[in-house]
């Protein structure tokens, strides 16, 4: 594997983990709107049925996210991120509210992934649980 194939793979796995967010802040918000629905029309909730999953693992994964943001030492490229997967704005909006250059985000965002690429890759090396 060469050396752009790793760092691209490496940045496919940071969208990836940093993208969790989003989800896990949807699942939080389904299953609280399903709870508030069943209680409106008091009937049981089927959420737990439905919505299958642990809302501390889903509060702990964007806990981890968040904090693997802010592990970052650049501030532009943890702002970046920071707009871009934990409040879901796009990178252009970004770029605008801190303004910079949209080129100029892009290659903050690149930079930024690139970094969380290699702290997840660090973080698993030194897992105890890994297979």
Same mark, same amino acid.
């Given at each position: 594997m060469t050396e752009e194939e790793r760092t691209e793979a490496r940045e496919a796995q940071a969208r990836e983990f940093? /993208?969790?967010?989003?989800? *896990?802040?949807?699942?939080?918000?389904?299953?609280r709107y399903e709870r508030? &629905? /069943? +209680?409106? @029309?008091?009937?049981? *909730?089927? *959420?737990?049925?439905?919505?299958?999953?642990? +809302?501390? @693992?889903? &509060? /702990? =994964?964007m806990d981890e996210i968040e904090r693997t943001i802010a592990a970052l030492r650049n501030g532009r490229d943890k702002l970046i991120l920071y707009h871009r997967?934990? !409040?879901?704005?796009?990178?252009?909006?970004?770029? #605008?509210?801190? #303004?910079?250059? =949209? &080129?100029?985000?892009y290659r903050a965002h690149? !930079? #930024?992934?690139?970094i969380v690429g290699i702290l997840l890759e660090r973080k698993k090396r030194n897992d105890p649980f890994r297979e």
């Open positions: 940093l /993208a969790g967010y989003q989800l *896990c802040l949807d699942l939080l918000k389904l299953k508030h &629905r /069943a +209680e409106k @029309f008091d009937e049981p *909730c089927r *959420c737990e049925d439905v919505l299958m999953g642990n +809302e501390a @693992f889903w &509060r /702990a =994964r997967y934990i !409040r879901g704005e796009s990178v252009e909006h970004a770029a #605008g509210v801190l #303004g910079i250059s =949209r &080129r100029t985000a690149k !930079r #930024g992934l690139a």
